[in-house]
């Protein structure tokens, strides 16, 4: 059973980085032809997806945030990350990893605020 969790801090200040990490167990993400995914929910809005990297390390961005956004991983130890550069308010979101639609983290809680 693939499981993955979400970890980092809950505020962030404006114009600084968030940075997120997956810990994924139960597989690899190294596996054949699954990509890794991170997706938000903004307060009151819908799933956005991210991004992603795939099983060959190959990433994937969403182009409205693809200027901020570098998705990476530490084979070593199982995971990957996301950091999100100049962040402002509109960032205030809940944070998942995914791989695919079948598996899910909890969710983390990130706010932007000074």
């Known amino acids: 059973q693939v499981q993955l969790q979400e970890s980092g801090p809950g505020l962030v200040k404006p114009s600084q980085m968030l940075s997120l990490t997956c810990t994924v167990s139960g597989g690899s993400i190294t596996t054949s032809d699954y990509a890794w995914s991170w997706i938000r929910q903004p307060p009151g809005k819908g799933l956005e997806w991210m991004g992603a990297i795939g099983y060959d390390g190959k990433t994937y961005y969403r182009p409205s945030l693809k200027s901020r956004t570098s998705i990476s991983r530490d084979t070593s130890k199982n995971q990957f990350s996301l950091q999100l550069d100049s962040v402002t308010p509109e960032d205030t979101a809940v944070y998942y990893c995914?791989?695919?639609?079948?598996?899910w983290g909890q969710g983390t809680q990130v706010t932007v605020s000074s």
């Open positions: 995914s791989r695919g639609v079948a598996y």
